[in-house]
């Protein structure tokens, strides 16, 4: 689990089987001082030692009247962006250019769709 970038909470799975889907709960309370948000972000490793990422839609917190957005969110947003655009580009990543194309465009447009917010 991370709360606005930073992580909070951590489950390992590694010795449940994942056959023919991987389910589990963790339910745990957290109470944030300030604006910000969460996810739950989860990394698997194929057989094939391939290394996999997914995560949730951010759930946005209000605590107080200020903003959610921090200039380090912001930045790092950015350097993330820059790293996956380098794994996408790696010779052999996608076995099709149809395949590649697609993705590589919408790291391209990121940017341009999350426009930096008045940071503080």
Same mark, same amino acid.
């Given at each position: ?5 930073? $992580?909070?909470?951590? !489950?390992? *799975?590694? =010795? ?9 709960? &963790?339910? !745990?309370? &957290? $109470? ?6 969460? $996810?739950?972000?989860?990394? !698997? ?17 209000? $605590?107080?009247?200020?903003?959610? @957005?921090?200039?380090? =969110? ?9 790293? *996956? ?12 250019? @149809? ?18 917010? *008045?940071?503080?």
């Amino acid at each position: 689990m991370i709360h606005t970038g930073q $992580v909070i909470r951590q !489950f390992s *799975l590694k =010795d449940q089987s994942p056959q023919p889907i991987l389910s589990s709960e &963790h339910p !745990f309370a &957290h $109470v944030p001082a300030r604006n910000g948000w969460h $996810v739950a972000l989860a990394l !698997f490793k194929s057989p094939d030692g391939q290394l996999w990422r997914a995560h949730t839609s951010p759930i946005y917190l209000t $605590v107080d009247d200020k903003s959610t @957005a921090f200039k380090r =969110d912001t930045l790092h947003r950015g350097r993330w962006i820059d790293k *996956l655009i380098g794994i996408t580009n790696q010779p052999n990543h996608y076995q099709r250019k @149809a395949d590649h194309d697609p993705i590589i465009t919408t790291y391209h447009r990121a940017p341009r769709a999350c426009p930096m917010p *008045l940071l503080r």
